[in-house]
């Protein structure tokens, strides 16, 4: 039985906690009066204690199987950003949005592992388990926007039930994949190689800079776009423009391999941000589309990819590649922030112009992994 469509719902519920984050934003400005580096310190909250964890929770899957790492850390993930809406105090929200990080840190590697067992070393059902974690994202702003305008950020407690339903919908898949035959999947599926380290270095650094800019665009589209439902609108159409891209980069990789699909897509993203910034009124929605579709071609392509310049720590691998990649980006947030403050919110996400590029150049070093 194919579970990489239970474990793609997981990933939906888990990542919705990572898109729920830049959208709790504008209620906190409105509601608490935050400034544009208080907002961002929240974000940096939920990135930094998920980028900084998370690559020792991949080691230690690498040496201890933990399956019920999974349900456990989908559960701190959501009542970390429900108890975050509604704290009284800025350091009592910080503390409970670090908490949601941590929670999604400790899920990425585990879960990247049953994902490459369950799906068999195909790159189209690996963008089935990553679409799921981006559909999580783009549902975050449809759920988190109406409920918070409706009843403020008092009701911030109802948005752990979806962690709860994900864990319990998730559970099957990691008992079958871990337990009796999915045992034996496993041993058969752990891959034996030299570890290249250097590739994975570079593949580290396109990962980086693509996050930086996707996750700058996150916290601050939808204040560019006006706020309310324009930025509603602008911050569903981000997130449910890579549900597409991430579909279409694993069929595009089949085709034409993983390390050109990545590199065309990063050619494509710098136009696509600029656009963002430069392009009048509503015709700034169809850039951010454009740019959401070319962030997330390479979205679960580089799981594979690290995994297999990797192949003896799949765990690793996955900590760093499928968590690093939609969390290290916060850890800038804080400057992009800075900068609209000390200027305008336009200058700042034209700064992030920059880091397609830098992508693009450092991916054009990378060489395709050879699959055993």
Not at 80 to 92: D, E, H, I, N
Not at 237 to 262: I, K, P, S, Y
Request: with cysteine.
């Amino acid at each position: 039985m194919n579970r990489v469509p239970m474990l793609a719902a997981g990933h939906a519920a888990v990542d919705l906690y990572q898109g729920a984050v830049p959208a709790l934003v504008p209620f906190l400005v409105a509601e608490r009066g935050y400034g544009y580096v208080a907002v961002s310190g929240v974000v940096l909250a939920a990135t930094l204690s998920s980028s900084v964890v998370q690559p020792l929770f991949g080691v230690l899957t690498d040496r201890w199987r933990m399956p019920w790492l999974i349900p456990v850390s989908m559960v701190a993930a959501g009542a970390g950003v429900a108890a975050g809406g509604a704290a009284g105090s800025y350091a009592l929200t910080w503390l409970a949005v670090a908490l949601s990080g941590l929670g999604v840190a400790a899920y990425h590697p585990e879960s990247a592992r049953l994902a490459r067992i369950a799906s068999a070393g195909s790159h189209v059902r690996m963008s089935w388990f990553s679409l799921g974690g981006t559909l999580g994202f783009a549902s975050a702003p449809v759920l988190v926007t109406p409920l918070l305008a409706g009843w403020g950020l008092g009701a911030s407690p109802l948005l752990a039930v979806p962690a709860v339903a994900g864990a319990l919908v998730t559970l099957p898949a990691v008992r079958a994949l871990t337990g009796g035959g999915g045992a034996r999947a496993a041993a058969a599926g752990a891959r034996r190689g030299r570890d290249d380290w250097r590739s994975f270095a570079r593949l580290t650094l396109v990962i980086v800079f693509r996050s930086v800019v996707y996750v700058g665009l996150s916290t601050f589209v939808a204040l560019f776009m006006g706020g309310g439902t324009a930025g509603a609108v602008a911050l569903f159409v981000l997130f449910a423009g890579g549900a597409a891209g991430t579909v279409l980069g694993g069929r595009l990789a089949a085709r034409w391999g993983r390390v050109r699909t990545v590199r065309l897509a990063y050619a494509a993203a710098i136009p696509a941000v600029a656009g963002v910034v430069l392009a009048p009124g509503p015709a700034a929605y169809v850039f951010v589309a454009a740019s959401s579709i070319a962030l997330y071609v390479p979205f679960s392509l580089h799981v594979t990819l690290g995994q297999d310049f990797l192949p003896s720590r799949v765990g690793t691998a996955g900590g760093v590649t499928l968590g690093l990649a939609v969390s290290v980006g916060g850890l800038t947030s804080p400057l992009v922030g800075a900068v609209a403050e000390a200027s305008s919110l336009r200058a700042a996400l034209a700064c992030l112009v920059a880091f397609p590029v830098l992508a693009w150049l450092v991916a054009r070093t990378l060489k395709e992994p050879a699959r055993t």
